[in-house]
């Protein structure tokens, strides 16, 4: 019996919002800023709001493209791509490389970004960010729906094989996520988020130590 409390939809019938809330319940999402390069060299960047870990060993990241665009389309060739870190201080620069501009444009220099050598793949990463992750593309995965019918969406995952961390965000060997000041994906068009000291929660697995 649905409550008077409760907003429920079917999606195939509409939200019946102002604005979907799909995207605002799944957040804050890391944002998959992703360098790729194509066989001539024309290097590409650009920022994927559906981005995530997916696998420990081997590490294994994925971002999924909403349409044949270039990043998934290089790293599908290519067999390569980066991942790097978007924090507060590149926000604006990140936000320059989500432009929808043709193919031929080096979204690099559009930010005014460095690309640099990156050591185990060929593509270059963003010299400016403070982690970056080298991948080896792994799968390449169209999404289809619960009926099997195909959607836009396609699913490009990496092995990390190279990782590069700023050594300001190790402390004791640790790596100080609050301290990297990650910029997180939000709802609606242009909301983003990011995290503070205040903010942290520490919650134990039940059965470990300290966890009860």
């Given at each position: ?37 194509n066989h ?24 999924a493209s ?38 031929e444009v ?107």
């Amino acid at each position: 019996m649905p409550s008077a409390h409760t907003h429920f939809y079917e999606p195939a019938d509409g939200h019946g919002l102002a604005h979907s809330p799909f995207n605002s319940i799944i957040a804050p999402r890391p944002i998959g800023w992703i360098s790729t390069q194509n066989h001539a060299g024309q290097l590409n960047l650009a920022p994927f709001s559906f981005f995530n870990a997916f696998n420990y060993t081997p590490p294994i990241i994925g971002f999924a493209s909403n349409g044949p665009k270039d990043s998934l389309l290089n790293a599908e060739s290519t067999g390569e791509f980066c991942w790097n870190l978007a924090d507060e201080s590149l926000a604006e620069a990140m936000n320059a490389t989500s432009a929808a501009v043709p193919s031929e444009v080096d979204e690099f220099a559009l930010a005014g970004l460095t690309p640099a050598s990156s050591r185990i793949v060929s593509v270059p990463h963003v010299a400016e960010a403070k982690a970056v992750f080298e991948c080896r593309t792994s799968q390449v995965v169209p999404l289809v729906a619960a009926d099997g019918s195909s959607t836009v969406t396609t699913v490009v995952f990496g092995e990390v094989v190279g990782v590069h961390i700023d050594s300001s965000l190790l402390e004791a060997g640790v790596y100080q996520t609050v301290r990297s000041r990650p910029l997180l994906r939000g709802g609606g068009p242009s909301t983003y988020f990011t995290i503070r000291e205040e903010n942290i929660r520490d919650l134990r697995r039940p059965g470990t130590p300290g966890g009860g």
